[in-house]
């Protein structure tokens, strides 16, 4: 028990100048037992205030904590239970009566006398102590109780342990004993014999003492006489000390009560001061002016200083209403009543704002709705935009110009109510999301009717390119007006249902398409076409076309968007750091959350809202953008490359612009169909070049789809010169360039009227000559082998159809060649008998110079019948015969040179004769 009270004090009274005197572990009586202990203490400072106090220990740890005190003139009443048993069980009467159950009678009993003596020290017997043994109810002495609380331990504690008798020698003492100890020197050795010497010398001075007591009995008289007077005088001082304690002690109460008194009064200022903060609190942050009250009950939010009034008054109801009350104010009265202004003044002004906004989102919708007409009425009425056609509505200059309204004036005129947007976001979430809907539901339906009479327009310009073509041999090519006219509705849906509008672009498309090539025309078109036939100013108008749509489109849905985030305020930054509270002016605490939390949450879902938004006011330029580009791709498919490659710029600047905006999101999704309409262009040219068929009358000459390949290419390259989907176009090209040698290679093997060797001779050779012009990197392999083929097939072609000119002459030296490999020497073969001089001779005489020069003219005549004019090989073919013949001719002669040395033997033709008869056909031809 005594390390837990030098704890106790160590660690809950000695902080708050305290000190504790007695303890007692107890518990409730009647209840599950949770000890705790009740401490007696007193304070070391003056008033002394004496409470008992309950320290329990606590539930998280080994320390303990004060948990319930008493003021010690509080109580009433000590009940022991019984004062001749021993019985742990005591009341103590306070405010109500607490019973308790000590853990022994001893620690009931100390705790019990230390009340008792603290009682008589401090109240004066103001607390009644029942069934209290007479023994622990003992009076403190006078003197003890005259003792200053702070000098005596014994008298404030009143549980201290009495002195020890023993009592240490004084210095003269211990002097006296060790001199007497040296004149008896045996003291040490005998104890017994300086015993025997002390108790006799004790003797005589004990005689000495009567003796002298009784000589002295006068003056022990006088001296007993003088005691009796000063009894006497000592009863008398301590009448008066009794009178004047008792005094004091009426002064001590009053002090006290003074005490007591002046502690009240200062707990009571401090609660005054108190009040009055809160009070000037609630004033400061709960007022709302009459001119903010005034502003949002009535003010003008039409005008531009209604608005600033509006949104100021705004603002500040808004920070009244996030106040961060303190406990206990929500039950205020006054609190309520002016909570419940608030909620009115705000369902009030965002009524009055829902309802201003509903009247200026239609007033600006029917404002730029007004005098408006349809494609159809607009193009009746202005007879196709005739020169001099006045309109009522802006329509035509938009529509001759290919441009899309502005709605700068509707985005600024409403951004004036933005911060106003942003406090109904705030306040009345359902109202804002009410504004939003209406918003989008008005701009959708005027957005969708901007952008399908835009988009007819360009669908008309576009289809209209075609009349102020020139008649060419694309318009050779019959097709029925219902199937164009088919064709064109499927742009539109398949219902098959078209509006006026539509019915007009139908009828242009099918007037445009009898003056035009065929929408199937393309590079491999065969028959009656050519890629040449292509007519460039009308791919040239077009593409100005798709880019003004493009062009018109982007600013449109920039702006938009950046309007409906700065209007709805969505997508928004804050700045300041998490945990912080946001204050405005004057320091006012706000509930609002701190902007760090959940702030990505709050991010990913605006720019939801954003895009939904978005998709439902434009959700028809995607339908729009891909039924213009299924137009014009059915007008001619060569318009992909030109689409691609717009298309794949305006998606590359939209996403450096924002790659999550609604048209960098909408374009990409376009650019999936313009990719899909050239990967199908490029097939369907491929597919075009499998089912080529050629004629069995004609010779094949350059093939259509080499030729094509090659305006293709050029085409092409100029399109993509510094394109972003240059790799796109690379692949195409291998898979065409690919497809076009495999198909020229299966066309010169079913060819019948040209030989194989010429086919692929001419056709590789420009194909090799159109791949050095071009320069296209990705095909230089290709380039190197088409040239390889065209080498090779020229090679072949010159000594299949040079063949033999000296047929007879080629036998006989065959034969001589033939002897030499049996192991004939040259110079033996002469001796051979088929093979002898005269047989040589014979042989040579059949080939003079007049009939090999017929020979060649005929062989002139028939490599020109197989020969096309396009390519003009016809010349390098005539100089590889040459160069061949010469080279037989050389060789005979070195095997006449080897084999009848000295023969004389020579040819009847020299090579100057052959020169001579090459040049001279090539100049007759």
């Given at each position: 028990?005594?390390?837990?009270?030098?704890?106790?004090?160590?660690?809950?009274?000695?902080?708050?100048?305290?000190?504790?005197?007695?303890?007692?572990?107890?518990?409730?009586?009647g209840k599950k037992k949770k000890n705790c202990f009740l401490c007696a203490t007193v304070t070391t400072e003056r008033p002394v205030q004496v409470r008992v106090v309950k320290v329990k220990k606590s539930d998280k740890g080994d320390f303990y904590k004060r948990q319930m005190a008493w003021e010690l003139r509080d109580l009433a009443e000590v009940d022991a239970k019984d004062a001749s048993k021993e019985n742990p069980e005591f009341d103590l009467h306070f405010e109500k009566v607490y019973r308790w159950v000590a853990s022994s009678t001893?620690?009931?009993?100390?705790?019990?006398?230390?009340?008792?003596?603290?009682?008589?020290?401090?109240?004066?017997?103001?607390?009644?102590?029942?069934?209290?043994?007479?023994?622990?109810?003992?009076?403190?002495?006078?003197?003890?109780?005259?003792?200053?609380?702070?000098?005596?331990?014994?008298?404030?504690?009143?549980?201290?342990?009495?002195?020890?008798?023993?009592?240490?020698?004084?210095?003269?003492?211990?002097?006296?004993?060790?001199?007497?100890?040296?004149?008896?020197?045996?003291?040490?050795?005998?104890?017994?014999?300086?015993?025997?010497?002390?108790?006799?010398?004790?003797?005589?001075?004990?005689?000495?003492?009567?003796?002298?007591?009784?000589?002295?009995?006068?003056?022990?008289?006088?001296?007993?006489?003088?005691?009796?007077?000063?009894?006497?005088?000592?009863?008398?001082?301590?009448?008066?000390?009794?009178?004047?304690?008792?005094?004091?002690?009426?002064?001590?109460?009053?002090?006290?009560?003074?005490?007591?008194?002046?502690?009240?009064?200062?707990?009571?200022?401090?609660?005054n001061g108190k009040l009055l903060d809160e009070i000037q609190f609630l004033v400061n942050y709960m007022d709302l002016s009459k001119g903010h009250i005034r502003a949002l009950q009535e003010g003008d939010l039409s005008s531009s200083k209604g608005i600033e009034a509006c949104i100021n008054a705004s603002e500040a109801l808004l920070q009244c209403m996030n106040v961060a009350l303190r406990p206990g104010h929500e039950k205020l009265m006054a609190v309520k009543q002016q909570q419940h202004l608030f909620t009115e003044l705000r369902d009030t002004f965002a009524r009055r704002l829902t309802n201003h906004l509903n009247n200026v989102f239609v007033h600006q919708f029917n404002h730029f709705s007004h005098f408006k007409m349809t494609i159809p009425q607009f193009y009746r009425s202005s007879c196709m935009s005739l020169p001099g056609h006045d309109q009522s509505s802006t329509l035509s200059q938009h529509m001759a110009e290919l441009t899309l309204p502005k709605h700068n004036p509707l985005h600024r005129d409403l951004l004036r109510y933005a911060k106003l947007m942003e406090w109904l976001k705030n306040t009345q979430r359902e109202k804002y999301e009410g504004l939003s809907r209406t918003y989008v539901d008005y701009m959708t339906r005027l957005y969708e009717r901007e952008i399908k009479d835009f988009f007819e327009v360009a669908k008309i310009k576009m289809a209209g390119t075609t009349k102020e073509g020139k008649g060419n041999k694309f318009a050779t090519l019959p097709r029925k007006e219902s199937a164009l006219k088919q064709e064109t509705e499927s742009l539109h849906g398949s219902s098959g249902k078209l509006t006026g509008s539509t019915s007009s672009l139908n009828k242009l498309a099918v007037q445009g398409s009898s003056s035009r090539r065929s929408q199937s025309s393309s590079l491999l078109d065969m028959g009656n076409m050519s890629a040449s036939d292509l007519d460039v100013a009308d791919r040239t108008k077009f593409d100005k076309i798709f880019e003004q749509v493009l062009i018109e489109l982007e600013p449109l849905c920039?702006?938009?968007?950046?309007?409906?985030?700065?209007?709805?305020?969505?997508?928004?930054?804050?700045?300041?750091?998490?945990?912080?509270?946001?204050?405005?002016?004057?320091?006012?605490?706000?509930?609002?959350?701190?902007?760090?939390?959940?702030?990505?949450?709050?991010?990913?879902?605006?720019?939801?809202?954003?895009?939904?938004?978005?998709?439902?006011?434009?959700?028809?330029?995607?339908?729009?953008?891909?039924?213009?580009?299924?137009?014009?791709?059915?007008?001619?498919?060569?318009?992909?490359?030109?689409?691609?490659?717009?298309?794949?710029?305006?998606?590359?600047?939209?996403?450096?612009?924002?790659?999550?905006?609604?048209?960098?999101?909408?374009?990409?999704?376009?650019?999936?169909?313009?990719?899909?309409?050239?990967?199908?262009?490029?097939?369907?040219?491929?597919?075009?070049?499998?089912?080529?068929?050629?004629?069995?009358?004609?010779?094949?000459?350059?093939?259509?789809?080499?030729?094509?390949?090659?305006?293709?290419?050029?085409?092409?390259?100029?399109?993509?010169?510094?394109?972003?989907?240059?790799?796109?176009?690379?692949?195409?090209?291998?898979?065409?360039?690919?497809?076009?040698?495999?198909?020229?290679?299966?066309?010169?093997?079913?060819?019948?009227?040209?030989?194989?060797?010429?086919?692929?001779?001419?056709?590789?050779?420009?194909?090799?000559?159109?791949?050095?012009?071009?320069?296209?990197?990705?095909?230089?392999?290709?380039?190197?082998?088409?040239?390889?083929?065209?080498?090779?097939?020229?090679?072949?072609?010159?000594?299949?159809?040079?063949?033999?000119?000296?047929?007879?002459?080629?036998?006989?030296?065959?034969?001589?060649?033939?002897?030499?490999?049996?192991?004939?020497?040259?110079?033996?073969?002469?001796?051979?008998?088929?093979?002898?001089?005269?047989?040589?001779?014979?042989?040579?005489?059949?080939?003079?110079?007049?009939?090999?020069k017929k020979g060649l003219d005929n062989l002139y005549k028939k490599v020109d019948k197989h020969m096309c004019e396009e390519e003009s090989l016809l010349q390098v073919v005539w100089h590889?015969?040459?160069?061949?013949?010469?080279?037989?001719?050389?060789?005979?002669?070195?095997?006449?040179?080897?084999?009848?040395p000295g023969s004389g033997i020579t040819m009847e033709f020299t090579i100057g004769d052959m020169l001579e008869y090459f040049s001279s056909i090539a100049q007759s031809h």
């Open positions: 028990m005594t390390a837990i009270k030098h704890a106790l004090q160590r660690d809950i009274f000695t902080p708050n100048d305290e000190r504790l005197l007695s303890i007692v572990n107890v518990c409730k009586a001893a620690e009931k009993n100390s705790f019990i006398s230390c009340i008792w003596k603290l009682n008589q020290r401090y109240l004066r017997k103001k607390v009644e102590f029942v069934n209290v043994s007479s023994q622990l109810l003992e009076e403190l002495p006078k003197t003890e109780e005259s003792v200053p609380s702070g000098e005596s331990q014994s008298v404030a504690g009143g549980d201290e342990d009495a002195l020890d008798d023993y009592q240490e020698l004084n210095a003269r003492e211990e002097q006296d004993i060790e001199g007497m100890m040296e004149v008896c020197e045996y003291a040490i050795s005998n104890a017994e014999a300086f015993a025997e010497k002390l108790s006799r010398e004790l003797q005589v001075l004990d005689g000495a003492n009567i003796q002298s007591i009784m000589a002295s009995e006068k003056q022990v008289n006088i001296l007993m006489q003088l005691l009796d007077e000063a009894l006497s005088e000592v009863d008398t001082i301590e009448g008066k000390l009794s009178s004047y304690e008792e005094m004091l002690q009426s002064v001590k109460e009053q002090m006290d009560q003074i005490s007591q008194s002046n502690r009240l009064i200062q707990i009571s200022n401090t609660n920039l702006a938009e968007q950046d309007f409906i985030s700065k209007f709805f305020k969505l997508q928004q930054h804050p700045t300041l750091a998490q945990g912080e509270v946001e204050e405005s002016d004057g320091g006012v605490p706000s509930r609002q959350p701190p902007p760090g939390e959940h702030r990505h949450f709050i991010s990913s879902t605006e720019k939801d809202m954003v895009r939904l938004m978005m998709n439902k006011i434009f959700q028809s330029i995607e339908m729009e953008l891909n039924s213009l580009i299924a137009l014009g791709d059915k007008i001619d498919s060569f318009h992909s490359l030109y689409m691609l490659v717009k298309m794949s710029h305006h998606v590359w600047t939209a996403e450096n612009v924002d790659p999550a905006s609604y048209l960098s999101t909408t374009l990409g999704n376009v650019l999936v169909t313009v990719k899909r309409n050239f990967d199908k262009c490029i097939s369907g040219q491929i597919r075009q070049m499998e089912e080529v068929k050629i004629s069995k009358k004609s010779k094949v000459g350059i093939l259509p789809f080499v030729t094509g390949f090659e305006e293709f290419a050029e085409l092409a390259e100029t399109i993509f010169r510094n394109a972003e989907r240059r790799g796109d176009l690379d692949k195409a090209y291998v898979k065409l360039i690919r497809a076009v040698f495999m198909n020229v290679e299966k066309v010169a093997i079913e060819s019948q009227k040209t030989p194989r060797d010429v086919v692929m001779m001419e056709n590789f050779h420009h194909i090799f000559s159109t791949l050095s012009h071009l320069k296209i990197s990705c095909l230089e392999t290709e380039r190197r082998e088409a040239k390889h083929k065209y080498t090779d097939h020229l090679q072949s072609y010159v000594i299949n159809s040079l063949g033999q000119p000296l047929e007879k002459l080629n036998h006989f030296f065959e034969g001589v060649e033939a002897r030499v490999a049996q192991g004939v020497r040259e110079d033996e073969v002469s001796y051979q008998l088929a093979f002898n001089k005269q047989e040589l001779r014979k042989v040579i005489k059949e080939y003079p110079g007049k009939e090999v590889s015969m040459q160069d061949e013949f010469i080279r037989q001719y050389k060789h005979f002669e070195g095997l006449i040179g080897r084999c009848y």
